[in-house]
């Protein structure tokens, strides 16, 4: 949902408000189908053919009688017969229904019906020169020319009526299906807004959560730096007050003691401030990566050996490499950032005694690199936000840090278009696999 842009939404909302407006229209034309799928057209057709086919008997009466080798009688009685069976269907046929809403209609028709059952023994029995029967029956057909021809009438004022009527009743769909339309428009329109309305809130809220949450780790990350740069510090101090005033009393094992335990101090705060000024360019945006081949190999052995003088006789640094590490883009830089912070977080949360491992391989065009210790462990909880700037696990809280380090770690990593991983479990160890594309591969 908070990809989408109002214009989205509203267009949802939109389409299925047309849709409902469409299956509503639909089921009002269902529901008045018998009045859209009738043609009033038909029965005005069918009262035109009573009155045609009188005039045809008519005019073949007429023929009949005034011919000598003209009509025959069969003919004349086949005319007859195709009259009455068009007042048949208007009578009884499947048009008779609707034709009984028509004013006057099934009287008229019956009244026509009893004129021809009065000529008809007449036509029957007709006969060539019967100039009396012809007159009798030539009558009678005349005289049923005013109540068909009311019947043309007043069917074709019905059909006006209906076809207006029809044309009404679909306008009031259209605008029933508009309105419809309208409605589930601007009620879906008030719900896509509430909508955004709140996701905006909901939002707002998470941002104001997390600029809460930022702050506090900023805070807190100022005051563990404060102790961070205090505590070597104060040993430095100490350590150098000591080799000023009395170091013509010390023999040259415990000189070197302090000189070493300056060194280490040092090297932290060094550490400390390359990570600060790392994630001051992060955030600048000034994080350059300049990678070029190098002997990974050979990078990896000075880190580790520096590494191990930091860590003296503590922690044992093992370094395990089964590849060729020559010829690989790197930038020598970032790799001594990440190697550098994983072994010192590795030292850091180890128990003394416990040795670190450290390995070095190159499979499926990857170059892999793991670092793993026998130390606390990250909680299960935490491990998703070990990466994160200022993040400091649960469980660290009595042990020195910023939580700087595995930030820079993974931004190092990804400039190299490389993926990190974490496996660890409290109180048994942490393995970190860096793989980075082997461009050599």
Known sequence: MRNWGIATYILVAAVIGLAISVILGLNQMIEKRESFQTDPR?????????????????????????TEAGTSLDELLTRFDIFWSRL????????????REVEGLNQTVLQVISGLERVEPEILNLKKGDTAAYQS??????????PIHTMVI?????????????ASARSDIFWQVVGYFIGVLVSGTILVLFLLWKNRETNRLLA?????ELSSMKSNFVATASHEFRTPLTTIFSAADLLHHYSDQMDEKQRLYYLEE??????DMTQLLDDILIVRKMEA??????????NIELLLRNIVRASQNMAGNVHAINLNISCDGSNVSIDDSLIRHIVNNLLSNAIKYSPDGESIEVSLARQNGEIILDVADSGIG??????????????????????????LGLSVVKTAVELHGGRITVDSIVDEGTTFSVRIPDSDA
């Open 285 to 294: 945006g000034m994080f350059s990566f300049s990678p070029q081949k190098s």
């Open 262 to 267: 300056i060194k280490q101090e040092v090297g």
């Open 42 to 66: 038909v029965e005005v057709w069918l009262v035109s053919q009573v009155e045609l086919e009188r005039l045809k008997l008519v005019s073949t009466l007429d023929a009949f009688h005034y």
């Open 154 to 166: 007043n069917t074709t004022n019905h059909d006006r009526g209906l076809r207006i009527e029809t």
């Open 137 to 146: 029956i030539h009558d009678g057909l005349t005289a049923m020319a005013g």
């Open 378 to 403: 990250i909680p299960e909880e935490d491990i998703d936000r070990v990466f994160d700037t200022f993040f400091r696990a649960d469980n660290s809280s009595g042990i020195g840090g910023t939580g």
């Open 208 to 212: 104001l959560e997390k600029e809460v």
């Open 88 to 99: 048949l269907v208007l009578k009884e046929g499947g048009e008779s229904e609707r034709l």
